[in-house]
């Protein structure tokens, strides 16, 4: 069975709040295969791993300590333990969701489930903005194991389908170790963008693990506006002092923070336009010449089938 994603939804009570998960109809149906399931069931909860957010969860009569009944709509209340554990992280995410996928223990169904917190609101701000960092528990949604391609399907602007899925797609990447790379064609279309917030929703493509990313931008310096004007105009090369004074002769007299010859090198290092030895090289010898060649984006396929 793939991996199916719920969603816990919280009640906010006089003394307590109540957290509410959702079990999905398929899980439902694979646990009730086993024997002796009264009506109505009980839903049972046992620690899986070391990981205190890790449970397997069957069906069964109202015997246990992390017990609670199945209601209406398939929902059941989490139990106390399991609550007192969300209430224990010092993190300011809300634990809104639930992995779910089912395995054979003793030649019985079970169901594993793991806590997710904060899917759906905001992943974080990227240093290194040719990268999207990714926690744990994506890479296992995913299944991303080693060094793994990964296909992009633009929807809209700023959101895209990342999947495994090599049929329909308009960009390619990898993933490895905790970071997916972000196509070349994927940031030409964000463009130079000082600050973004990063949304991440679990999804599905063709009943298949799937990420939705959307990006907003919330904040850009005059020097974003000029590279990305400056360096879309397709030329060859261009030595890094005269892009830098062509900015500066670029610049409205209300700008706070003019960018220098470091903040310069750092944007182009971010979109892959140089190479980290070049960034080096260049604020540690601000004076030498240094020029950039064949600046313009390049979206296609590298030799290794990758693009960007």
């Known amino acids: 069975m793939n991996t199916i994603i719920s969603y816990i939804q919280t009640v906010a009570e006089e003394e307590n709040t109540t957290y509410l998960a959702h079990i999905p109809q398929a899980i439902i149906e694979a646990l009730k295969q086993r024997e002796n399931i009264p009506d109505p069931p009980y839903v049972r909860w046992e620690h899986y791993s070391r990981d205190k957010f890790y449970y397997l969860v069957t069906l069964g009569a109202p015997k246990g300590r992390m017990i609670n009944p199945l209601l209406q709509n398939n929902t059941t209340k989490l139990p106390k333990a399991i609550i007192d554990s969300i209430n224990s992280e010092t993190t300011p995410l809300k634990a809104n969701a639930i992995l779910w996928d089912v395995v054979t223990w003793k030649g019985k169904p079970i ?165 980290n030895d070049d960034y080096n090289r260049i604020c540690k010898h601000r004076n030498r010449p240094f020029y950039i060649h064949g600046y313009s984006f390049k979206t296609q396929l590298n030799e290794r089938g990758e693009d960007g």
């Open 111 to 275: 169901a594993r489930a793991r806590i997710l917190f904060s899917y759906g609101e905001k992943l974080q701000n990227l240093l290194v903005f040719a990268y999207l960092r990714i926690p744990r528990e994506i890479k296992d949604y995913m299944l991303l194991r080693g060094r793994t391609k990964l296909y992009w399907k633009q929807l809209d602007k700023n959101a895209w389908l990342i999947s495994k899925d090599s049929n329909d797609y308009d960009a390619i990447s990898w993933h490895a170790w905790d970071f997916i790379k972000i196509p070349s064609k994927v940031l030409t279309q964000i463009g130079f963008y000082t600050e973004e917030r990063d949304e991440i929703e679990l999804t599905l493509k063709d009943g298949k693990p799937a990420l939705l990313l959307r990006v907003y931008v919330t904040k850009t310096r005059s020097l974003d506006n000029f590279l990305t004007n400056f360096l879309e105009a397709n030329g060859e090369s261009v030595e890094i002092h005269y892009l830098l004074s062509k900015y500066l002769l670029s610049l409205p007299e209300t700008e706070d923070e003019p960018a220098d010859l470091c903040d310069l090198a750092f944007k182009l290092y971010n979109f892959s336009i140089i190479s």
